[in-house]
């Protein structure tokens, strides 16, 4: 073996102590669906969000184990719909200009784009949390799944304990990010409607530059041009 692939090797071998060396395959997990989030969180589309959020199924169970009280799915849906469809109404005479007997809506899709981009960037935020505090109480569970557990044990004052706080969290969050969820579903749906094509996120050129662009601009940048 070379020098080179030597070291190599040697700095990827898990070293004695090295939690890297010793990790779960749960912890392995998390962390690739965390990676995976974290990626979703610079762009994330409406079906980011929906594999975040608690299903209808979900929250029905949630809602009636848990004594919530969930969102009107067809209310939220709702106002998704007329925040994006009032401003088209509305701003449709000032924002679309004509060009040689055509309508020119470059500004308003801009401005419907970043309104959407709103909505489900809010939505995914909320799920993105619902997620984590799901997982914290996953983790609790699982912990100390054992005959000397005592996370489930009533506290000492007769309140809630350590794991049923956790759940009682996630549950609470569960019935926000469902109710965002569909208040984002209804947006898109309204900008499709009055656009005329699906909302996307919003995608930097960089990130969609070919390998040869990006050496290309690696060159221009060298030369100041």
């Known amino acids: 073996m070379s020098d080179v692939k030597n070291t190599v090797s040697k700095a990827n071998s898990p070293r004695k102590g090295d939690a890297a060396g010793s990790v779960s395959s749960a912890r392995a ?4 669906e965390t990676e995976q989030r974290m990626k979703a969180q610079r762009s994330p589309s409406l079906a980011n969000v929906e594999l975040l959020a608690p299903s209808d199924d979900q929250i029905a169970l949630i809602s ?9 799915v067809d209310e939220m849906i709702g ?15 000032v924002l679309v200009t004509s060009f040689n007997g055509e309508d020119d809506f470059k500004a308003i ?18 799920a993105n949390y619902y997620e984590t ?3 914290l109480a996953k983790d609790a569970k699982d912990k100390w799944a054992n005959e000397h557990r005592d996370d489930d044990r009533m506290g000492i004052d007769g309140q809630d304990n350590y794991t049923g706080r956790l759940r009682r969290v996630a549950a609470e969050h569960a019935v926000k990010a469902y109710a965002l969820y569909h208040i ?25 530059r070919t390998v040869s662009q990006e050496a290309a601009a690696a060159l221009d940048e060298a030369l100041g041009i």
């Open 29 to 32: 997990r998390q962390f690739h």
């Open 64 to 72: 009636a184990r848990f004594g919530l009280d969930v969102a009107d």
């Open 79 to 93: 106002l998704g719909l007329s925040t994006v469809r009032d401003q088209y109404e509305v701003l449709r005479p």
């Open 109 to 126: 899709k801009i401005h419907l784009d970043r309104i959407v981009d709103a909505l489900v960037r809010s939505a995914h935020g909320a």
């Open 133 to 135: 505090r799901r997982q």
């Open 184 to 208: 984002a579903s209804g947006a898109c749906a309204a900008y499709a409607e009055v656009m005329g094509e699906e909302w996307q996120p919003y995608q930097s050129r960089a990130n969609n």
